[in-house]
């Protein structure tokens, strides 16, 4: 299956900072990535699909300008977190979906502290 | 919107039993995807099976099959030979159009 990398894997920052995160697809190129929130023991929650090239979609109740989305190639899409606060402390996944077989490909995940 | 439930918060298995984890979904689609995914303590998500909403035949992957009941909604996943390996969060999800959605999730715990 394919391949999407994530960077870093574990940050940890100080209240009002902003961190970026980024999400790669390694073995196909995506013109969609998908950036999910998971609170511990918690599901996945579909924050905003990343499209290449144009604005991203977010989802109700996820602000656009704190989660600044951005996909500027076929391979890399980047989450960064502005003002962070420690409720944004969180698991963020990013995926791919390949649209042969409408499979979807998970990163590994990065963990956000903040402080 | 769609909604996926998953009605088992936890469940428990003796090794190399089997076991079933429930999902039901709502959706007023008649073509859509549906996967089954493991997420072990690493939280890498792992797919475990897929089903096409258009066929009938019930997926199967080794150990792994499902009983896709389409008119009733539901989805649910056995898993036979149950291995300590097999221990894990396991979601379920829907798939239409660009739409992924999950359940809130069954942790499976597999007793030696």
């Known amino acids: 299956g394919a391949v999407v990398s994530q960077h870093p894997s574990w940050v940890i920052c100080k209240s009002g900072t902003s961190v970026k995160i980024e999400c790669r697809s390694l073995d196909f190129q995506a013109t969609t990535m998908f950036w999910y929130r998971q609170f511990p023991k918690q599901s996945l929650m579909l924050m905003a699909t990343?499209?290449?090239?144009?604005?991203?979609?977010?989802e109700q109740g996820v602000e656009k300008d704190k989660f600044l989305i951005n996909h500027a190639s076929l391979t890399l899409s980047t989450l960064t977190v502005t003002s962070a606060h420690p409720e944004d402390s969180s698991f963020y996944i990013c995926?791919?979906?390949?649209?042969?077989?409408?499979?979807?490909?998970f990163g590994p995940g990065t963990r956000l502290t903040v402080t | 919107a769609q909604t996926v439930t998953q009605s088992q918060p936890e469940m428990s298995v003796q090794e190399a039993e089997t076991v079933t984890l429930s999902c039901t979904y709502d959706?007023?689609?008649?073509?859509?995807?549906l996967f089954w995914y493991k997420q072990p303590p690493s939280r890498q998500m792992i797919l475990v099976i897929r089903q096409e909403a258009y066929k009938q035949q019930n997926a199967t992957e080794n150990r792994f099959s499902v009983n896709f009941q389409k008119a009733a909604k539901s989805f649910s996943l056995k898993i036979s030979d149950s291995q300590l390996g097999d221990a894990a969060m396991y979601f379920c999800?829907?798939?239409?159009?660009?739409?992924?959605?999950f359940g809130a999730g069954t942790r499976l715990t597999v007793k030696p």
């Open positions: 999800a829907y798939l239409n159009n660009n739409d992924m959605r």
């Open positions: 959706t007023s689609e008649s073509d859509y995807y």
């Open positions: 990343s499209n290449e090239g144009s604005k991203a979609t977010y």
């Open positions: 995926s791919t979906r390949s649209g042969r077989s409408n499979e979807q490909y």
